[in-house]
């Protein structure tokens, strides 16, 4: 065993150190002024410590990943899904389509309750569950040619638990895309600048994806620094082309961004993985960790206090008007995923199993590309904690809360123990150039808000408005590239779920299949998304209010998956990696799922808001955010269909639960009765690098395969 050097031992001292004093002004400062940048070394050096030992020790000592395997991308290589790809640009691709609405928005709306209860959660749980989810859910699909999370379970849960699996995985899977693609049209709807700068990353990609298979095969280097040139390029020209005669344009309706969204996702879909799908979503990695980065030296530089209470009364009382519910469970579901994701565990069973060169690489892909969506979510609480708390509940809580005029939300935000003038709200709204910002719901406004306040306190006032139009734009290009990837892996998953029944869906690339199965996942959201953009309480708006809990019952199945895999393959002793965190998950979303359900506060539960509703109907009386009689009937059905909807879906995940812990009892006593789906061992012939920067060891192994050169490039 290689002993530490004193200067790595120093290095991580420091390293830890900055980390501890973090947390320690987070934890002990009370009513003095916090500095945001004590969050980012809090954060940050967490991170580091994790990924340097607790990620290293889990790879390593618990999944023994092994880099003499051949994984799914080198033996069944066919050009289409399964392609060999440098592990730089998958790292990309995997953050790129994690990395959806939830680290953005989440943490805004949940600083409602405060900035360190979000922290805390962001922070510990991604060190501990989401970033453990990602990494083991990515190696164990690695070892069973990719397969997605529903069919694992099939094949490792037994038919039952695995037909509850694959049916709740996918009707998730359906409403998660919904929802990303309603947050696309909402920000893309009235902006020419984004619409355009979105435009054009499809023919870089496409530029950059045969660069990279034709041109010059493996110098990734070389067109990563053309891509970046062109896509600053497509940035700086679409304020360009929303300056000019051209903005019309490129100023599309919501109902015509639809169809071009689910043409996007078809095309996306069916066209080989190396073309348009790897290069645009490590393309867009540039733009979103370019721009955290800056955040980050932004709050280092600007050093700008956290306004917002650590712990605001909403925590306790549970009635706050962004969002309604108790600290716990509630805080939780609303962080979603930037610290744990159901959705995450699709695309480690997606995509990403069918590209990753070596299993070594598990550890960088998986669970570091986690972390670095846990500091997207950092940076979006610090963005929604800097600004006024005033202004913050002024722009989250709903219209039938705070009135429609600068002075009816200033008198309601006074009700809520904060305070904030008319004239200063009227201004807030003149300095980004918006005529209002009341109400401006989501979470996306409030993180715009909170990124021009850093960024012009580095580059001068006099760029506020172009900051907060950025953000915006930054928004939309980071929840698209979540939207192309999860419908090929919803499509994975459709063909699972009937290759089963028909042998040929087997086989993700089979043209048939693959375009059918394309087109019903794409048919699917696509319809909801239709009927949600021009009906405002129909469609995707009917399933909004269950996407935090869909999203964090999907993590329980994948993590009750790890357990069970980690059990059946022989490391019992190490079942708890994945084990408690399925356990602390269950437990918070089982409990906001029967309070949605059971509740009698009709903020929060379902049906208790179908009988107040009714018995308004009854009455004659039209209720907010109903506008009409017809809309209050439409509430009553959405309230019915969200309450059933999430009793099923909850009903589903414990029976999974039960009975992965049943085939778990079964493999304890009885080892020998256990059978796993493993792909069988072939060596690989591939030599790649495990991180980012390749070690001594495999510079000297490159050189001597003869691809050196090529392949550090």
Same mark, same amino acid.
Request: glycine share 10%; aromatic share 10%; proline share 5%.
């Given at each position: 065993m290689r002993t530490a050097s004193p200067r790595t031992i120093a290095l991580w001292t420091l390293v830890a150190l900055v980390g501890a004093a973090g947390w320690s002004v987070l934890a002990l400062a009370r009513g003095e002024e916090v500095s945001a940048a004590w969050m980012v070394a809090a954060a940050l050096g967490t991170y580091a410590i994790a990924y340097r030992f607790y990620a290293k020790f889990i790879a390593h000592k618990v999944l023994k990943v092994d880099a003499t395997r051949a994984t799914p991308?080198?033996?069944?290589?066919?050009?289409?899904? !399964?392609?060999?790809?440098?592990?730089?640009?998958?790292?990309?691709?995997?953050?790129a389509a994690i990395a959806g609405a939830g680290p953005l928005v989440g943490p805004v709306l949940a600083a409602q309750m405060g900035y360190l209860p979000g922290t805390i959660w962001i922070i510990v749980g991604v060190v501990l569950a989401g970033a453990v989810q990602d990494m083991v859910v990515l190696f164990f699909s690695t070892r069973r040619d990719g397969r997605s999370l529903g069919q694992m379970a099939r094949e490792e849960i037994g038919p039952f638990g695995g037909a509850a699996a694959l049916i709740a995985a996918f009707a998730i899977m359906i409403i998660l895309l919904g929802v990303l693609a309603l947050v696309v049209v909402n920000a893309l709807a009235a902006s020419p600048w984004g619409t355009f700068s979105l435009a054009m990353t499809i023919p870089i990609a496409l530029f950059m994806g045969f660069y990279l298979r034709v041109v010059r095969p493996g110098r990734v280097s070389e067109v990563s620094l053309i891509g970046v040139a062109l896509l600053l390029l497509a940035l700086v020209a679409g304020r360009w082309v929303a300056e000019s005669s051209w903005a019309g344009a490129f100023t599309l309706k919501p109902s015509t961004l639809v169809v071009w969204l689910v043409a996007y996702g078809f095309v996306a879909s069916v066209l080989p993985v190396w073309m348009l799908l790897a290069p645009r979503d490590y393309l867009s990695t540039f733009m979103k960790l370019g721009t955290i980065a800056l955040l980050a030296v932004g709050v280092v530089v600007a050093l700008p206090t956290l306004k917002m209470d650590p712990v605001t009364d909403f925590a306790s009382r549970g009635d706050g008007p962004v969002f309604a519910g108790s600290l716990f469970p509630f805080v939780f579901i609303t962080i979603a995923c930037g610290a744990l994701s159901g959705f995450h565990a699709l695309i480690s069973s997606g995509t990403t199993p069918k590209m990753i060169q070596k299993e070594t690489q598990v550890r960088m892909i998986g669970y570091g590309s986690m972390l670095m969506e846990s500091s997207v979510a950092i940076m979006a609480l610090i963005a929604a904690s800097i600004i006024d708390p005033g202004l913050y509940f002024a722009m989250n809580a709903p219209a039938g809360v705070i009135g429609d005029s600068v002075q009816s939300a200033s008198q309601a935000v006074a009700h809520f123990g904060y305070s904030i003038s008319p004239g200063d709200l009227a201004q807030a709204a003149k300095n980004v150039e918006e005529s209002t910002l009341l109400s401006r719901t989501g979470g996306a406004p409030t993180l715009a808000i909170g990124v021009s306040e850093? !960024?012009?306190?580095?580059?001068?006032?006099?760029?506020? #408005?172009?900051?907060?139009?950025? #953000?915006?734009?930054?928004? #939309?290009?980071?929840i698209l590239t979540a939207l192309d990837a999860g419908t090929r892996v919803g499509r994975f998953m459709l063909q699972d779920m009937l290759g089963n029944v028909v042998k040929p869906f087997k086989n993700v690339s089979w043209k048939p299949g693959l375009l059918l199965c394309s087109a019903a996942v794409v048919g699917l959201w696509g319809y909801f998304l239709w009927v949600g953009v021009h009906e405002p309480l129909g469609g995707i708006n009917q399933l909004f209010p269950i996407f935090g809990i869909a999203n964090q019952l999907l993590a329980a199945v994948a993590l009750a998956v790890c357990t069970t895999l980690l059990v059946k393959s022989g490391r019992l002793k190490w079942a708890w990696i994945t084990g408690v965190p399925l356990a602390w998950d269950a437990t918070v979303t089982l409990t906001a799922s029967w309070q949605k359900v059971f509740s009698s506060d009709p903020k929060v539960g379902f049906f208790q808001q179908r009988a107040n509703y009714r018995d308004a109907i009854d009455a004659g009386k039209v209720l907010p955010p109903a506008k009409s009689m017809d809309d209050m009937h439409t509430v009553v059905t959405n309230s019915t269909v969200d309450g059933v909807l999430t009793a099923a879906l909850a009903l589903l995940i414990v029976v999974v639960i039960v009975d992965a812990a049943r085939i778990c009892v079964k493999h304890v006593r009885d080892p020998r009765s256990s059978k796993l789906s493993e792909a069988p061992y072939l060596e690989s012939t591939l030599v790649a690098p495990a991180g980012l920067f390749p070690s001594r060891k495999e510079k000297e192994e490159r050189r001597d395969a003869g691809v050196g050169s090529a392949a550090g490039r």
């Amino acid at each position: 065993m290689r002993t530490a050097s004193p200067r790595t031992i120093a290095l991580w001292t420091l390293v830890a150190l900055v980390g501890a004093a973090g947390w320690s002004v987070l934890a002990l400062a009370r009513g003095e002024e916090v500095s945001a940048a004590w969050m980012v070394a809090a954060a940050l050096g967490t991170y580091a410590i994790a990924y340097r030992f607790y990620a290293k020790f889990i790879a390593h000592k618990v999944l023994k990943v092994d880099a003499t395997r051949a994984t799914p991308a080198e033996r069944l290589n066919d050009g289409m899904d !399964f392609h060999p790809t440098d592990r730089r640009v998958l790292l990309g691709h995997h953050f790129a389509a994690i990395a959806g609405a939830g680290p953005l928005v989440g943490p805004v709306l949940a600083a409602q309750m405060g900035y360190l209860p979000g922290t805390i959660w962001i922070i510990v749980g991604v060190v501990l569950a989401g970033a453990v989810q990602d990494m083991v859910v990515l190696f164990f699909s690695t070892r069973r040619d990719g397969r997605s999370l529903g069919q694992m379970a099939r094949e490792e849960i037994g038919p039952f638990g695995g037909a509850a699996a694959l049916i709740a995985a996918f009707a998730i899977m359906i409403i998660l895309l919904g929802v990303l693609a309603l947050v696309v049209v909402n920000a893309l709807a009235a902006s020419p600048w984004g619409t355009f700068s979105l435009a054009m990353t499809i023919p870089i990609a496409l530029f950059m994806g045969f660069y990279l298979r034709v041109v010059r095969p493996g110098r990734v280097s070389e067109v990563s620094l053309i891509g970046v040139a062109l896509l600053l390029l497509a940035l700086v020209a679409g304020r360009w082309v929303a300056e000019s005669s051209w903005a019309g344009a490129f100023t599309l309706k919501p109902s015509t961004l639809v169809v071009w969204l689910v043409a996007y996702g078809f095309v996306a879909s069916v066209l080989p993985v190396w073309m348009l799908l790897a290069p645009r979503d490590y393309l867009s990695t540039f733009m979103k960790l370019g721009t955290i980065a800056l955040l980050a030296v932004g709050v280092v530089v600007a050093l700008p206090t956290l306004k917002m209470d650590p712990v605001t009364d909403f925590a306790s009382r549970g009635d706050g008007p962004v969002f309604a519910g108790s600290l716990f469970p509630f805080v939780f579901i609303t962080i979603a995923c930037g610290a744990l994701s159901g959705f995450h565990a699709l695309i480690s069973s997606g995509t990403t199993p069918k590209m990753i060169q070596k299993e070594t690489q598990v550890r960088m892909i998986g669970y570091g590309s986690m972390l670095m969506e846990s500091s997207v979510a950092i940076m979006a609480l610090i963005a929604a904690s800097i600004i006024d708390p005033g202004l913050y509940f002024a722009m989250n809580a709903p219209a039938g809360v705070i009135g429609d005029s600068v002075q009816s939300a200033s008198q309601a935000v006074a009700h809520f123990g904060y305070s904030i003038s008319p004239g200063d709200l009227a201004q807030a709204a003149k300095n980004v150039e918006e005529s209002t910002l009341l109400s401006r719901t989501g979470g996306a406004p409030t993180l715009a808000i909170g990124v021009s306040e850093i !960024f012009s306190k580095v580059t001068g006032d006099g760029l506020r #408005a172009f900051w907060y139009h950025f #953000a915006i734009m930054f928004e #939309a290009l980071f929840i698209l590239t979540a939207l192309d990837a999860g419908t090929r892996v919803g499509r994975f998953m459709l063909q699972d779920m009937l290759g089963n029944v028909v042998k040929p869906f087997k086989n993700v690339s089979w043209k048939p299949g693959l375009l059918l199965c394309s087109a019903a996942v794409v048919g699917l959201w696509g319809y909801f998304l239709w009927v949600g953009v021009h009906e405002p309480l129909g469609g995707i708006n009917q399933l909004f209010p269950i996407f935090g809990i869909a999203n964090q019952l999907l993590a329980a199945v994948a993590l009750a998956v790890c357990t069970t895999l980690l059990v059946k393959s022989g490391r019992l002793k190490w079942a708890w990696i994945t084990g408690v965190p399925l356990a602390w998950d269950a437990t918070v979303t089982l409990t906001a799922s029967w309070q949605k359900v059971f509740s009698s506060d009709p903020k929060v539960g379902f049906f208790q808001q179908r009988a107040n509703y009714r018995d308004a109907i009854d009455a004659g009386k039209v209720l907010p955010p109903a506008k009409s009689m017809d809309d209050m009937h439409t509430v009553v059905t959405n309230s019915t269909v969200d309450g059933v909807l999430t009793a099923a879906l909850a009903l589903l995940i414990v029976v999974v639960i039960v009975d992965a812990a049943r085939i778990c009892v079964k493999h304890v006593r009885d080892p020998r009765s256990s059978k796993l789906s493993e792909a069988p061992y072939l060596e690989s012939t591939l030599v790649a690098p495990a991180g980012l920067f390749p070690s001594r060891k495999e510079k000297e192994e490159r050189r001597d395969a003869g691809v050196g050169s090529a392949a550090g490039r």
